[in-house]
């Protein structure tokens, strides 16, 4: 299984739960919105959310992730996604999220 399909299988396993205690927020790249992936997950119950997390405020994704409980976070580990990263992690504390969970 590729890392990307793994990805998709994880959120749908949540999005599937049979206890419906998970809202999954999809924050994708812009250049991702549109991908058949990000409408697999939306046609799953996900809701898709745009983020530039190389160019994009932390304070508007903090505001995004707001009263979130966990974020977990399926970036590739290579230097270009690095700043996104810890755009990502710092967002997270700054908004309160209880757990944060780094999955590569």
């Known amino acids: 299984m ?6 998709i ?6 999005l599937r739960s049979t ?20 409408k697999e997950l939306e046609d799953h119950g ?9 160019n ?3 304070e508007t994704l903090a505001t995004t992730i707001a009263n979130v409980d966990i974020v977990v976070s ?3 580990p290579n230097k270009n996604m690095q700043l996104g990263l810890i755009a990502l992690a710092t967002a997270a504390k700054r908004a309160s999220v209880k757990r944060f969970v780094l999955s590569a």
Do not use: M, W
């Not at 590729?2 to 990805?7: E, F, K, N, Y």
């Not at 790249?29 to 991908?35: E, H, L, M, T, V």
């Open 9 to 14: 299988s994880t959120c749908n396993a949540l």
């Open 19 to 38: 206890r419906n205690e998970f809202e999954v927020i999809a924050l994708l790249c812009p250049d991702f919105i549109y991908k058949n992936s990000a």
């Open 2 to 7: 590729s890392q990307h399909r793994g990805r």
């Open 56 to 58: 994009g405020s932390e």
């Open 74 to 76: 399926f970036f590739p």
């Open 46 to 54: 996900a809701r898709i959310v745009s983020v530039d997390l190389q």
